[in-house]
């Protein structure tokens, strides 16, 4: 059985390119449904009394799920042979409740290619979460690797960095 996701390819990505935004509408079900799926039955996420008691709105996202959409909009932009290497700044800014259409949104800040042939190259991606403009998750750092169209011989690119990703 095939992806529904299209691979994308190291010598296919610049700096500044879009990573196109995914939106999630926060219902009341969808927050149940993800409770029971990450078995986080904290009831501030679930039930509004409670949350409201607790100095919440309402009830709100919790941070695994926040977590997965991220991890889902990164993941339809680089395709099935794409890797998440590593994620920094993912900081919780404000609630993220229900009601509320949650959309994240990226764009490809760096690239690079490992010194080693590893047949992948590197891009470092800027991701947060929005509501209605306003950042509520991030901005924080998502490093993936890619392959190469051609494999490991095929690396020109002339935006590329050629050392190491910074640390």
């Given at each position: 059985?095939?992806?529904?996701?299209?691979?994308?390819?190291?010598?296919?990505?610049?700096?500044?390119?879009?990573?196109?935004?995914?939106?999630?509408?926060m219902s009341l079900y969808r927050?149940?449904?993800?409770?029971?799926?990450?078995?986080?039955?904290?009831?501030?996420?679930?039930?509004?009394?409670?949350?409201?008691?607790?100095?919440?709105?309402?009830?709100?996202?919790?941070?695994?799920?926040?977590?997965?959409?991220?991890?889902?909009?990164?993941?339809?932009?680089?395709?099935?042979?794409?890797?998440?290497?590593?994620?920094?700044?993912?900081?919780?800014?404000?609630?993220?409740?229900?009601?509320?259409?949650?959309?994240?949104?990226?764009?490809?800040?760096?690239?690079?290619?490992?010194?080693?042939?590893?047949?992948?190259?590197?891009?470092?991606?800027?991701?947060?979460?929005?509501?209605?403009?306003?950042?509520?998750?991030?901005?924080?750092?998502?490093?993936?690797?890619?392959?190469?169209?051609?494999?490991?011989?095929?690396?020109?690119?002339?935006?590329?960095?050629?050392?190491?990703?910074?640390?």
């Amino acid at each position: 059985m095939g992806s529904l996701v299209e691979q994308r390819y190291w010598e296919d990505v610049r700096r500044g390119d879009t990573v196109d935004a995914v939106d999630f509408p926060m219902s009341l079900y969808r927050l149940i449904v993800i409770a029971a799926g990450d078995r986080d039955f904290t009831p501030i996420h679930h039930n509004p009394q409670t949350a409201r008691r607790h100095g919440a709105p309402d009830v709100f996202v919790n941070n695994t799920a926040l977590f997965a959409m991220w991890e889902r909009t990164v993941r339809e932009y680089i395709g099935p042979a794409g890797v998440i290497v590593h994620v920094r700044g993912f900081r919780m800014g404000t609630f993220n409740l229900v009601g509320e259409t949650i959309t994240v949104r990226g764009d490809v800040v760096r690239k690079w290619r490992d010194p080693k042939p590893t047949g992948k190259g590197h891009i470092e991606l800027r991701v947060q979460t929005e509501v209605a403009g306003e950042v509520r998750v991030g901005p924080g750092s998502v490093i993936v690797s890619l392959p190469y169209r051609g494999g490991p011989a095929d690396q020109s690119d002339e935006q590329a960095e050629v050392l190491s990703p910074r640390t």
